[in-house]
């Protein structure tokens, strides 16, 4: 594939000579796919240009790889005659989706451009909530009458099915378009012609609701391996259906929202790279900022043991080390039982198995980190003396004690506050990571100070 | 559908009294992936019971709907030869999938009982690396010749294609095997059965290598939107197709390896509920042993700051607050960067761009938790005289302006140590949470201090 500056300055070339023959050839072998990336940051007019030379399927195709930004430019470029052609070609679910980027008032005019037809496939697509099915549902589909011959089938096939999504899933209905069953279009091709098309069915499907969460459908996906799934009202009535390759993309950004709320922000709904900054700021900043709140509280409990710190100012040495050592068991145990809800290993009520796992796990991992950290104290007080003075012994036991139970207590947090968060309602993934943050901070302080006070009474404190 | 334990005492029932016809007719309605949970616990006895009255279908599909601990009781439950048809009626991809979590020897002995057949499939699908292309692939697909007819390709579909795992799409070949192009069915059902092949092509078709990774594959998926994509050797000799309901699951799992590495844990590659528990606290020790060896230089840090703690021992009380602060937003600009470099967001050569945005996103987030930071304790100051001294405004100042630079600091180094760890190799969600936490946290403490010095010289320092 040549360099793409080459191409845009090849194509920038034709356009500005005119020749629009040798444009329209230039362009013929390209696919949309790889040409979309390249023209995306073409001059408005010749992106004009350019659509108006392809054809309406190309056209049409070309637009739906286009990145946002870019499609808005296409719009503004071609006249009303030419976008409505535009809109009018492009996919239902594409064109739903591009729709929903838009300023609603944008919309609304781009919806007004639609045929008749096509407009009721919009309107129909668009009155679903986000992230419904009935959003990423395509009404292209095949459906036939149970008492149909395979080879009528298949003739019905032959003259319909060119505009449909997937062919892959043949949906028997009966008089009324209520869903009887869906059988794989292989079956069809497997079975002799002759054969009755109620003869091929199982009476086994799953049907998804147009109001069902994207998740639920990705769940059935999961669980079923099917290439789609078909969408029905609550009468039953074959409405629509969904593709699996809408399936990965779904999966893919529930993740990205998972992760990027586990990293302590909202979920920024934008790839990153080109969401607004003011957007991103706000969003970062709104986590943050109750995580600093939070966090306050550190500075209360420390102020409450002023003296103690006066005293032994040794222990403000290792504050740091056993408060964070306590935040990353945490949110260590906090991430691994979130993802574990996310993908159903286990139920709200198996709690009592995850608290007993995770006191062995946090013991075992609190006595690790207890046994380094009282090497590093002696080692460190042989090798320079004096560093943490006299009473050393007991700055390592009390460092060491501490880092058990703060280690514990963090993994104890970090495990059954999602599952108590989930139990009142809330999405563990989004509330976990502050509150178990900040819990463990401020409990990790005061155990801290406790054992000091008490390994320390008499001697340093 | 009956609650389980019913539908298990029944089952149970029917066995124990010999009862096999009756038993095989109480089975026949269910279907395998209702069956295999319900099943999965019930005696050994039983289990083998069961499996003998299923047709050897049935029995295979139940059986890959087991969990892998299940599936090992049916197999010592059978004799030689049950386990012999059992595994050979396996799917040959569900067969390496259970194949590869046995012990090897284990494997071996099962491998030996496959006909020389399906040896052959089981051990060409084994010798391919772990999360590899080649593991994950089946050899049941349709290739037919560009110089056949429509009507020929269907008929010979018709004929053999009743094993084969997707007739979604149907592969051309030439006569040495060497793949040509691949076709969707939909384009032989939609075309005029006289018509040939060869023109149905359109020479537009992308392969795997069974040796890429499964995340290549995944990412061809997503750009491509086809159900199966075929796998070639060096030749470009078809050798298998992978299929995209494979990828839901591969999407799953390589997000659940991302979050529990940005976690702070080793992906623990298998389900958090089941893991043996030796085995996952080895898992998370490693990093938190890691992150804890990093944040001692906390320790060595603020023993070189000693003597400004003893003088102003206001400082050790916002130490918590100001270091966790820079922490989490280390923490939520990698984690933003890191997901985003795993879809693909922007290529390395972009880190200009992306350390522009963080440099304006983390000084705005800077300002904001300093602004807060500055009236908590001027407030405190008025309400509470006395918590901070007569010097409470420096204190406000020094935390303050520490939080702009420590949360500006955190910002850039969280978004461009990703950068740096993936340019050297390393995979970036593994390695960057314990170099953000420790970076963040020791140079926190010197900003802070240096910041202190700065403006309580003279009066507290």
């Known amino acids: 594939m040549p360099a793409q500056a080459n191409v845009r300055a090849e194509i920038s070339a034709l356009i500005e000579h005119k020749d629009l023959p040798a444009l329209k050839k230039y362009l013929e072998p390209w696919l949309p796919l790889d040409l979309a990336p390249i023209i995306a940051d073409l001059p408005i007019e010749e992106l004009a240009a350019l659509f108006r030379v392809s054809s309406r399927e190309v056209a049409a195709t070309t637009f739906t790889y286009m990145p946002l930004e870019a499609q808005r430019k296409v719009l503004r ?18 064109r739903t989706a591009f729709l929903n980027e838009l300023p609603l008032d944008v919309a609304m005019q781009l919806l007004a451009m639609l045929t008749p037809d096509e407009l009721h496939v919009a309107q129909s697509l668009l009155a679903y909530p986000e992230h419904s099915v009935g959003r990423m549902m395509t009404l292209d589909y095949v459906a036939i009458r149970p008492e149909w011959s395979v080879r009528q089938a298949l003739d019905y096939i032959r003259e319909h099915g060119f505009d449909r999504e997937t062919l892959n899933m043949v949906y028997i209905v009966d008089e009324a378009g209520h869903l009887i069953d869906d059988v794989r279009v292989r079956r069809f091709l497997l079975s002799p012609l002759d054969r009755p098309v109620r003869e091929l069915m199982d009476g086994n499907f799953t049907m998804l609701s147009p109001i069902d969460d994207r998740e639920k459908a990705l769940e059935l996906f999961q669980k079923f391996d099917r290439v789609a799934l078909p969408v029905t009202d609550e009468n039953r009535k074959l409405i629509g259906i969904v593709t699996v390759d809408d399936m990965l993309d779904v999966a893919t950004e529930e993740a990205t929202e998972d992760i990027q709320k586990l990293g302590g922000s909202e979920a920024l709904d934008e790839p990153y790279t080109t969401i607004a900054l003011s957007r991103m700021v706000k969003k970062r900043a ?28 040794v222990l403000s040495l290792f504050l740091p080390l056993v408060v964070s050592s306590g935040g990353n068991a945490g949110s260590q145990a906090a991430t691994l039982v979130i993802r574990a809800l996310a993908l159903g290993e286990f139920k709200l009520r198996d709690w009592w198995r995850i608290m007993r796992r995770e006191l062995v796990a946090g013991l075992s991992l609190g006595v690790i980190l207890g046994v380094i950290g009282f090497l590093r104290i002696t080692i460190w007080s042989y090798v320079f003396p004096n560093t943490y003075g006299e009473h050393w012994l007991l700055v390592a036991a009390t460092v060491s004690t501490a880092l058990v139970g703060i280690v514990l207590w963090g993994s104890l947090m970090g495990s059954m506050l999602p599952l108590l968060i989930k139990r009142a309602g809330f999405d563990p993934a989004t509330s976990s990571a502050p509150f ?13 100070f406790t054992v000091a006070l008490f390994i320390m009474r008499g001697t340093l404190l």
Do not use: R
């Open 77 to 94: 470029a071609l006249s009303q005659d030419q976008v409505a052609a535009l809109l009018n070609a492009l996919p239902p679910d594409d």
């Open 436 to 448: 178990i943050a900040t819990l463990v901070d401020v409990t990790g302080l005061i155990i801290y």
């Open 286 to 313: 709104s986590w943050l900022v109750i995580l600093f709140l939070g966090e306050m509280l550190t500075a209360t409990a420390l102020k409450y043991y002023e003296g103690e710190l006066e005293k032994a100012i």
